[in-house]
């Protein structure tokens, strides 16, 4: 079965509301007439999200959040819910990503918990896993992508499983200028499709994986080439329409 391919860009903590606006008219002209097969999907802020909607309106770009709590509402100061991301119309919503699990100490049961929310809405969730430079240099990245496939994913029957998107970010390639190589990238990609056959059968084919980690608009290519590397998640390059979009017409 042939996976979607997927270029998304986290902004994370940058752009105001009119930068966000401003961003996404300049990437979306760069986008008219380009021949691509990627879905094009964007995290802007949190309180940017209304205006990235509708900016995003009438173009393929798609919107999603960072950060999504497991509760509907409650007394969790500055946290959003599903009611409210689904309200505002974004489609898509970031799970566990690196920053969230190193900075501000979110667990795998955390994850497991947001993802099963998430799964019951109309949401698609991008859950965020990989290892950091430690546990890379002692050889524990299988131990640790495995711990938080079968956690992070636990609970999740086969029925749904086909909605989920993952994103395979190495702690130690984000925000460094480090990359994996795309050999390097598509082993562990490898791995992580191996534990979905174990865990969803042939669903797992169904299933995109991301690669994230210092993509870049000279890299992007050959990584993306990868078998098993179905698009990417962009940071840094992700704040420029031009790089941003180089990066998407580089996808296969």
């Given at each position: 079965m042939s996976r979607r391919t997927i270029v998304a860009g986290n902004w994370k903590m940058n752009k105001t509301v009119v930068e966000t606006r401003r961003l996404l008219i300049e990437l979306s002209n760069k986008l008219v007439g380009m021949t691509t097969r990627a879905h094009v999907l964007v995290f802007p802020t949190a309180v940017s999200l209304e205006t990235a909607v509708d900016a995003a309106r009438g173009t393929p770009i798609a919107v999603g959040a960072q950060?999504?709590?497991?509760?509907?509402?409650?007394?969790?100061?500055?946290?959003?819910?599903?009611?409210?991301?689904?309200?505002?119309?974004?489609?898509?919503?970031?799970?566990?990503?690196?920053?969230?699990?190193?900075?501000?100490?979110?667990?795998?049961?955390?994850?497991?918990?947001?993802?099963?929310?998430?799964?019951?809405?109309?949401?698609?969730?991008?859950?965020?896993?990989?290892?950091?430079?430690?546990?890379?240099?002692?050889?524990?990245?299988?131990?640790?992508?495995?711990?938080?496939?079968?956690?992070?994913?636990?609970?999740?029957?086969?029925?749904?499983?086909g909605r989920i998107v993952l994103a395979y970010e190495p702690i130690?390639?984000?925000?460094?200028?480090?990359?994996?190589?795309?050999?390097?990238?598509?082993?562990?990609?490898?791995?992580?499709?191996?534990?979905?056959?174990?865990?969803?059968?042939?669903?797992?084919?169904?299933?995109?994986?991301?690669?994230?980690g210092s993509v870049k608009p000279d890299n992007a290519a050959a990584l993306m080439s990868e078998s098993d590397v179905d698009g990417a998640l962009v940071g840094g390059a992700s704040l420029d329409a031009a790089s941003f979009a180089k990066i998407v017409g580089s996808a296969p």
């Open positions: 950060n999504v709590h497991w509760e509907d509402s409650g007394a969790f100061t500055g946290e959003v819910s599903v009611p409210m991301l689904e309200a505002v119309g974004v489609t898509h919503v970031l799970i566990g990503h690196s920053e969230r699990r190193s900075l501000f100490g979110e667990t795998d049961e955390e994850v497991r918990r947001k993802l099963l929310r998430v799964l019951g809405s109309d949401l698609t969730p991008v859950v965020c896993l990989g290892e950091t430079l430690e546990q890379r240099e002692v050889g524990e990245t299988e131990d640790v992508v495995t711990r938080q496939l079968d956690i992070g994913l636990g609970g999740v029957g086969v029925e749904r499983a130690w390639a984000i925000g460094t200028g480090k990359t994996a190589s795309p050999e390097m990238a598509n082993d562990v990609h490898r791995l992580i499709r191996r534990r979905l056959d174990g865990m969803f059968g042939s669903v797992a084919a169904e299933i995109p994986v991301l690669y994230g």
